[in-house]
């Protein structure tokens, strides 16, 4: 079983060998290294590509990168500083510029193994002009190492991927502004949030001149959607011509793309065929997800790849076996109304995750190949 070549078989239209199996493995692998709790024999890259074999799945957690380096001209300084306490480990970013500064700040969990932001840099229309500086002074080059290097480490279990910026709405949306502050923002100053969405746009042409040289041929859109965040509207008209936009470009080069749509998927999904995107990753169905596995691929239409199926809560001691079970068998049984699918994780294993659970699945698919 060949894992990236049955994925790359999908997303081009064609029927693969074996059925593809994906999983995200990096949030329970980040979390067991901070445990220290993980076996010296998983570490560094080719332990990564170890646990994968011991696993029997493709992975794609840990692997999508921007493959370039980010600088600051203009007399722009990013300081970093962490802060911990009995009561808090807090990230604190600030953004200096001769306009004027901008400050985010990050809370870790001790229960999730993860960072939320509690602090976002633009609050002011104030805040909006000394962002629209920053960017206008970001410069970019190649940097294809890493990339090389997990392409010749990973081999078949390693979907190493291109990681361009969120799409400017979505990093508005997740990074920048929040949920609340940017939609309020929307009513009360729309014109800086467009000017703004624009200078983005602008910027990310730099990035994705490089990601079109890069030696992998698949890029993520890491933009997190969810049809209870972005609404129908929201999506046709900040997200769907910049998707337009870009999947032209990839598809000019023999690139595919996927988009990782985490969350809701009943508002989007329908939307998403007319982007050109070659995949949604991370499909989520019920009852953890908002659309049954009967549902996907009648609000998807028949062209455009699935990716997912198995919630990561599945994979976790928090469903039964048996759960995970009933789902495997319905979704092998629902394969050919499924169309072009890839097996996934959906998202990530987590830290409560049983890796035991993936293998099984393996296991599985093994004996179904068999047959």
Same mark, same amino acid.
């Given at each position: ?10 997303? #081009? @239209? ?16 980040? +979390?067991?290294?901070?445990? @220290?709790?993980?076996?010296?024999? $998983?570490? @560094?890259?080719?332990?990564?590509? #170890? ?6 799945? @493709? ?19 990013? /300081? ?16 200096? +510029? ?21 602090? %976002? ?11 629209? $500086? ?9 940097? %294809?190492?890493? !990339? ?41 100053? #729309? ?16 990035? =994705? ?29 900040? $997200? ?8 032209? !470009? ?6 595919? &793309? $996927? ?7 009943? &508002? ?23 659309? +049954? ?9 028949? #062209? ?7 919630? &990561?809560? =599945? ?23 499924? &169309? /072009? ?6 998202? !990530? ?23």
């Amino acid at each position: 079983m060949n894992h990236l070549r049955n994925l790359i078989s999908v997303l #081009r @239209g064609e029927k693969p060998v074996s059925i593809p199996w994906f999983v995200d493995l990096i949030y329970w692998y980040e +979390t067991e290294k901070i445990k @220290g709790s993980l076996p010296d024999k $998983y570490r @560094g890259l080719e332990g990564y590509r #170890r646990l994968c074999e011991n696993l029997g799945c @493709g992975t794609y957690g840990g692997l999508i990168s921007f493959p370039g380096d980010v600088k600051y001209a203009g007399n722009v300084v990013i /300081r970093h500083f962490e802060e911990e306490s009995t009561e808090a480990k807090l990230k604190r970013t600030v953004y200096e +510029t001769p306009i004027g500064s901008l400050t985010s700040l990050e809370r870790f969990s001790k229960v999730s193994y993860s960072w939320r932001t509690v602090k %976002y840099p633009i609050e002011t229309e104030k805040d909006f002009k000394v962002y629209q $500086y920053i960017i206008r002074n970001v410069e970019v080059k190649p940097n %294809y190492s890493l !990339q090389e290097e997990q392409i010749k480490t990973m081999g078949e279990w390693g979907a190493v991927s291109s990681l361009p910026p969120r799409i400017p709405f979505a990093r508005l949306l997740i990074e920048v502004c929040g949920i609340s502050n940017l939609y309020g923002m929307l009513l009360r100053m #729309r014109e800086y949030v467009e000017e703004t969405i624009q200078l983005m746009e602008n910027l990310d042409d730099q990035f =994705y001149e490089i990601i079109l040289d890069s030696p992998t041929p698949l890029v993520c859109f890491g933009d997190n959607i969810s049809s209870e965040l972005v609404s129908p509207p929201i999506f046709k008209k900040y $997200y769907m011509p910049y998707y337009k936009k870009r999947f032209s !470009q990839l598809h000019s080069k023999g690139m595919y &793309g $996927y988009i990782h749509i985490d969350g809701a998927l009943r &508002g989007v999904l329908p939307l998403v065929d007319e982007t050109g995107a070659d995949c949604v990753e991370s499909v989520t169905p019920a009852p953890v997800g908002d659309v +049954t596995l009967e549902m996907l691929r009648k609000l998807a239409g028949e #062209r455009i790849a699935l990716w997912g199926g198995v919630p &990561g809560a =599945y994979l976790s001691v928090a469903y039964p076996d048996d759960s995970l079970k009933i789902l495997f068998y319905s979704i092998i049984e629902m394969l050919p109304e499924l &169309g /072009r699918f890839i097996l996934g994780s959906a998202d !990530q294993l987590p830290p409560n995750g049983d890796p035991q659970r993936v293998k099984w699945i393996s296991e599985e698919l093994k004996k179904i190949e068999r047959k």
